[in-house]
């Protein structure tokens, strides 16, 4: 298998890509399928090299006929192998139907599915449908996808060829049913679905192979998005000069920590204190000023009544983060009121986000962080309708508010202020608790007051959080605290 590209693709684009290597490069496609075959098959060896009985799920399409190479690759290894037809087999044409055809001259035919338990063999290979599929899966289709699920609830290996079978190539949403796959091979070009949206809960490992198409080829298309891979440890800023001092480093104020929601403020704070600002202030409620300062001195705590005393403090910081723990009542408004009429660059998330969805407002120096429910507030919509098109989500929000869009949630996508979508695909399910967050808009603060623009700091910062996340997860995923990525944060910056 190859590295992972950093580009990646909508399923259309892909398709142009095979049509340029076919059409004008003259790569017979018949070629690319058994190239597709054998890139899975070997994948399959590498992943389940005791497995003894391979079961294909073929369909009608090419997808199809990737798989019924890969049986017959299967076959001649010596392994035991049973073919099932799913769907009308007349409709197979061109390239797919001479793989079915070669596949049964040596021996090996393809059996209707009609309902057939597959848990009986050692791994199932998914060659149902690829990634054309636009409408809701149903008939045979999803039985054939809900037996596969089954057997691989029992024990079964699971590989998928291209995408899992009822994931959206684009978005990552299933259509009414898919295949939980343990690995994908994914052929020429990365499908962006299986990055974000639902598609990393339905394909546990991608694995890429370019089928050896010319690397000129990509240089016809611009990329969906931009898989970002975290930096090596202390590539994130540079390293410090011998005689810098805290002025630096920048100063990030964090404002919030409404009644009872001290904590997000602080962690916000503390956040930006390990990735590096110089100095950091938090305004808070005052009675939450004395427990702050006892439990983290270095954080220069202010109580503040009301956004006069928060003006007399805008002067003297570099960058404002607002919103952890600010809650939505009068104080929270007056707070967000003075921050957006001043001319700092701003990182607004949580209730920050909320009061902004009431009364919308554009900027070109700000990073808005919204996870699903905070962007479907921000853009009128259920959460739903997020989810089931994240990409689309992220670009309308930035389009509508200006600057810089981190949208949270499995496969962040980071939208800039030039439109440029970038994707992170670090990080893990622990990181589904509270105070997470919080501690992205200190870090993203952080790398702002250091001198990083907007897009850089929302996309290095992104990747930092989910860095740490990942390194803090080794120790388990259940009981993950956002405290934890503090000595992370730390190790990462080198």
Same mark, same amino acid.
């Given at each position: 298998m190859k590295p992972l590209p950093h580009s990646l693709y909508r399923a259309e684009q892909v398709r142009e890509l095979d049509r340029i290597a076919i059409d004008e490069l003259g790569i017979p496609g018949l070629t690319l399928m058994q190239r597709a075959g054998r890139a899975a098959f070997e994948a399959l060896r590498q992943r389940w090299p005791r497995a003894r009985h391979i079961g294909v799920l073929c369909g009608s399409g090419n997808n199809g006929g990737?798989?019924?190479?890969?049986?017959?690759?299967?076959?001649? /290894?010596?392994? @035991?192998?049973?073919?099932?037809?799913? %769907?009308?087999?007349?409709?197979? $044409?061109?390239?797919?139907?001479?793989a079915r055809q070669q596949m049964e001259a040596a021996g090996l035919r393809a059996e209707a599915f009609v309902g057939q338990d597959l848990s009986a063999v050692d791994v199932l290979v998914d060659g149902l449908l690829g990634t054309g599929l636009s409408g809701e899966v149903s008939g045979s289709w999803r039985e054939a996808i809900e037996a596969v699920n089954a057997a691989g609830e029992s024990g079964c290996g699971v590989l998928a060829l291209d995408i899992p079978s009822g994931l959206h190539a684009d978005t990552g949403a299933v259509l009414g049913a898919a295949v939980r796959a343990q690995v994908c091979v994914t052929f020429i070009g990365l499908k962006l679905g299986l990055f974000t949206g639902q598609g990393p809960d339905y394909c546990a490992e991608v694995l890429f192979n370019d089928l050896?198409?010319?690397?000129?080829?990509?240089?016809?298309?611009?990329? /969906?998005?931009? @898989?970002?891979?975290?930096?090596?440890? %202390?590539?994130?800023?540079?390293? $410090?000069?011998?005689?810098?001092?805290?002025?630096?480093?920048?100063?990030?104020?964090?404002?919030?920590g409404d009644h009872s929601m001290s904590g997000a403020a602080r962690l916000a704070g503390e956040a930006a204190l390990r990735c590096g600002a110089g100095l950091v202030s938090l305004v808070t409620r005052p009675e939450h000023v004395a427990a702050i300062s006892a439990a983290r001195p270095e954080l220069m705590c202010h109580g503040v009544g009301d956004a006069i005393a928060l003006k007399s403090l805008l002067h003297r910081a570099t960058v404002l983060a607002i919103g952890p723990g600010l809650g939505q009542g009068a104080w929270g408004r007056q707070l967000l009121g003075a921050a957006l009429a001043s001319r700092l660059p701003l990182v607004v998330d949580a209730d920050a986000l909320n009061l902004l969805a009431a009364?919308?407002?554009?900027?070109?120096?700000w990073v808005l962080t919204p996870h699903p429910g905070e962007?479907?507030?921000?853009?009128?919509?259920?959460?739903?309708?997020?989810?089931?098109?994240?990409?689309?989500?992220?670009?309308?929000?930035?389009?509508?508010?200006?600057?810089?869009?981190?949208?949270?949630?499995?496969?962040?996508?980071?939208?800039?202020?030039?439109?440029?979508?970038?994707?992170?695909?670090?990080?893990?399910?622990?990181?589904?608790?509270?105070?997470?967050?919080?501690?992205?808009?200190?870090?993203?603060?952080a790398l702002m007051a250091q001198g990083l623009a907007c897009d850089e700091a929302a996309r290095r910062g992104v990747c930092l959080h989910a860095a740490a996340a990942d390194r803090?997860?080794?120790?388990g995923q259940h009981g993950l605290l956002a405290s934890d990525l503090f000595p992370h944060l730390r190790e990462l910056f080198g």
């Open positions: 990737d798989g019924f190479v890969l049986a017959s690759l299967a076959q001649a /290894a010596g392994l @035991r192998v049973d073919v099932w037809q799913v %769907g009308d087999a007349g409709r197979t $044409r061109g390239d797919a139907l001479s050896d198409v010319p690397p000129k080829i990509y240089a016809r298309l611009i990329p /969906a998005a931009t @898989r970002l891979a975290p930096p090596e440890a %202390g590539a994130y800023l540079p390293p $410090r000069r011998a005689c810098a001092h805290k002025g630096d480093f920048g100063h990030v104020l964090v404002v919030g009364e919308p407002a554009r900027r070109a120096q962007a479907a507030r921000l853009l009128g919509q259920t959460t739903s309708e997020i989810q089931a098109d994240r990409l689309a989500a992220a670009r309308a929000l930035q389009q509508k508010y200006g600057g810089v869009v981190v949208l949270k949630g499995a496969g962040t996508l980071i939208v800039d202020s030039a439109g440029d979508v970038s994707l992170c695909s670090a990080g893990n399910p622990g990181m589904a608790s509270g105070g997470m967050g919080d501690v992205l808009t200190g870090v993203i603060a803090a997860a080794a120790a």
